[in-house]
């Protein structure tokens, strides 16, 4: 039993292993429904050809095989880096990764599983919703996982407390270990349009986090979900980048790092300079939400 007010705390060590837990979930659900559709794609005749030979199917499911590539990686590396530490062969900035990596991973993975199970749901037809299929079941263990070991917006919190507790080391730890990646396919001229537009997104991360600095600490909150799924794009870009840039490496690999690179990598600096993260802003939300609600005393 803990001190009074540390239960948290004491249990901390166990909740980074359960939430690598539920992104390996969400990788695994990702990956199972991508492969029942490819395998449906190649058997199911629509309009007068297979579903593989309709160039609109396959580009949606190409997207989910992307998305689901990259959750792959920062799943690997979030591990890599928890085998580091367990064998006590973590460098301090591996530690910071890690503390870092964990909850990033998590909250992303869990909202991108939603996404991608769903779409593969649909790839399916009307059999997809079919209950005897399998399908819905594979569906609905997989929404949970944005919830259970903390919620998408808990999560960013803890993301934020990160940085704070190592007094914003975390982030330098983090751009040093992207550029490193990016260095590794330099010689690559077919990554040279991933590399940049992540270059660009970390230059553009950096400045939001200047911005934010002069701001009060309701900026940070308010940004805190677009800033976590702003550190999860430009990571798994980066291993994408790093894993295309191997000498055995695919054409479906570059195609895979260049496809994730061309995506919105840093969306907390475009909310930012839209003003979403403005005190005046936040009350808008709040008038949004309530406008009509009996308690604010609407005619509706």
């Not at 599983?113 to 749901?121: D, L, R, W, Y």
């Not at 059999?127 to 919830?147: A, H």
């Not at 396919?185 to 986090?209: C, G, H, N, W, Y």
């Not at 701001?215 to 979900?225: D, I, N, P, Q, V």
Request: aromatic share 6%; hydrophobic share 45%.
């Amino acid at each position: 039993i803990s001190a009074e007010g540390r239960g948290v705390a004491s249990i901390s060590n166990m909740l980074n292993i359960t939430r690598i837990h539920n992104v390996i979930a969400a990788v695994a659900s990702m990956r199972r429904m991508i492969s029942l559709s490819r395998e449906y794609a190649r058997r199911r005749v629509a309009f007068g050809k297979l579903l593989k030979d309709h160039p609109l199917h396959m580009q949606t499911v190409a997207q989910m095989e992307v998305q689901t590539r990259g959750a792959f990686l920062l799943l690997m590396e979030t591990v890599r880096l928890l085998g580091l530490a367990e064998t006590n062969m973590a460098s301090e900035q591996d530690q910071l990764l890690l503390r870092l990596l964990i909850p990033v991973a998590k909250l992303y993975t869990g909202k991108q599983a939603s996404a991608v199970v769903v779409e593969a749901m649909e790839s399916f037809g009307g059999q997809g919703y079919m209950e005897d299929t399998g399908l819905p079941v594979i569906v609905r263990d997989t929404l949970v996982l944005s919830i259970w070991e903390g919620t998408t917006n808990i999560l960013s919190l803890d993301v934020l407390r990160s940085l704070t507790k190592s007094q914003g080391q975390v982030m330098a730890v983090f751009f040093s270990a992207v550029q490193k990646k990016l260095e590794l396919a330099s010689s690559t001229a077919k990554l040279e349009p991933a590399v940049k537009q992540t270059r660009d997104a970390i230059s553009s991360l950096a400045q939001f986090m200047q911005a934010a600095g002069s701001k009060g600490a309701e900026t940070m909150e308010l940004a805190a979900r677009d800033f976590s799924y702003t550190l999860a794009r430009i990571y798994a870009g980066a291993l994408l980048i790093e894993h295309a840039a191997r000498p055995d490496a695919s054409s479906t690999d570059i195609s895979a790092a260049r496809r994730w690179c061309s995506q919105e990598l840093c969306p907390v600096a475009a909310a930012l300079e839209n003003s979403r993260y403005e005190a005046e802003e936040a009350l808008a939300d709040s008038a949004l939400v309530y406008e009509g609600s009996p308690a604010c005393g609407s005619r509706l």
